[in-house]
């Protein structure tokens, strides 16, 4: 079955760390893959998505991920975390019409 | 523009206990989903709909029913409520190029 995962449970990092949040996915043609943010109380909102093209997704609030398909990885980072980032991340994926799946999500505390 | 629209936000049920869960959305989407979201487990599918009169089973549909009569609309029900389906719910809808997942903002329910 397709599948996503997620590596880490919970990150705790001091602000202006680097991030790296690992993701894998088991899909074995044409995937489309994403980030989404869920902040304490609220919906998940979208960070970055890859469909095609250009391996290095750019995304919002500074953040972006590398496709690298001989991984079956899709890694979120950012170069300098702020107290705002502490949220929930979760990576995603879809293989053409079928619905979004999730991985279990990676908790993100950012201390001061 | 409203966007994806779940109501009630919060919800507490007898175990035995019937009711339904509405997401509306008014962007003329014909994919939609629900999900249910519990601590460690990320979110996972429920059931999806790909067009009025069209529905299909998610990873976990037992306990919930679904129906989609218009594009707008996509109820949930909860036949007999269980403590275990005590969770956070989320209904999602797709555009047409499957580009972006629009969540609503969850229902909380709590089954006693």
């Known amino acids: 079955a397709q599948s996503v995962s997620q590596h880490n449970h919970h990150v705790i990092l001091s602000e202006a760390a680097s991030l790296e949040l690992g993701c894998n996915y088991s899909?074995?043609?044409?995937?489309?893959l994403f980030w989404y943010v869920q902040y304490p109380g609220q919906h998940l909102q979208l960070l970055l998505k890859y469909f095609s093209g250009d391996p290095l997704v750019k995304g919002i609030k500074g953040f972006e991920a590398e496709f690298i398909k001989s991984k079956f990885s899709f890694n979120l980072r950012k170069p300098s975390v702020q107290w705002s980032d502490t949220a929930e991340y979760f990576c995603?994926?879809?293989?053409?019409?079928?619905?979004?799946?999730f991985g279990k999500g990676t908790r993100l505390s950012v201390i001061a | 523009n409203a966007g994806v629209t779940q109501t009630p936000k919060f919800q507490v049920l007898k175990t035995g206990q019937s009711m339904t869960l509405q997401c509306a959305q008014d962007?003329?989407?014909?994919?939609m989903s629900w999900y249910r979201q519990d601590p460690g487990m990320g979110l996972r599918l429920i059931h999806y709909s790909v067009g009025a009169g069209i529905t299909d089973q998610g990873e976990v549909p037992n306990g919930y029913n679904v129906s989609r009569s218009t594009t707008e609309d996509f109820p949930l029900r909860l036949l007999s409520a269980a403590p275990s389906q005590t969770s956070v719910y989320f209904c999602?809808?797709?555009?047409?190029?499957?580009?972006?997942?629009?969540f609503g903002q969850g229902t909380r329910l709590t089954v006693v």
């Open positions: 962007m003329n989407h014909e994919y």
């Open positions: 995603a994926g879809r293989e053409g019409n079928t619905p979004l799946v």
């Open positions: 899909y074995g043609g044409t995937v489309n």
């Open positions: 999602a809808s797709q555009d047409p190029s499957f580009t972006e997942a629009f």
